[in-house]
């Protein structure tokens, strides 16, 4: 089973700038679809974005126009650009596999998930 390594997180001003990366390693993400989430403290996980194999994005609201998801497929890479960024912004990252080729925004319909990296966005 592919087992997914996150990096990339850190602690950034507002209106800064952050690029997570997901790698898999053990094995690949298949050719389903990968997305990113997140989770602030007391909240949900949330949808952030994902991304086809075909390299088709999905974004959620709150994100478009600042975060840019990207997908290399010969690397087994799933990277996401972070600009202008907000102190809303700030919670857990984490990189997942869609169960299928399909890049949806329920956290239900993603099986492997990456242990996560912090980021953090101050005011």
């Known amino acids: 089973q592919v087992h997914l390594v996150e990096s990339g997180g850190g602690l950034v001003q507002a209106g800064g700038s952050l690029k997570l990366s997901c790698a898999a390693s053990?094995?690949?993400?298949?050719?389903?679809?990968v997305g990113w989430f997140r989770q602030a403290p007391g909240k949900e996980r949330e949808f952030v974005a994902a991304?086809?194999?075909?390299?088709?994005?999905n974004y959620a609201d709150a994100v478009k126009g600042r975060f840019t998801i990207s997908r290399d497929n010969a690397k087994e890479t799933v990277d996401l650009q972070m600009n202008s960024l907000k102190p809303e912004d700030t919670a857990i990252y984490y990189c997942?596999?869609?169960?299928?080729?399909?890049?949806?925004?329920?956290?239900?319909?993603?099986?492997?998930w990456g242990q996560g990296t912090q980021v953090t966005v101050s005011s």
């Open positions: 997942a596999v869609s169960r299928t080729a399909f890049a949806p925004k329920l956290p239900t319909q993603y099986n492997v």
């Open positions: 991304i086809i194999w075909g390299g088709r994005p």
């Open positions: 053990g094995s690949t993400f298949n050719r389903n679809g």
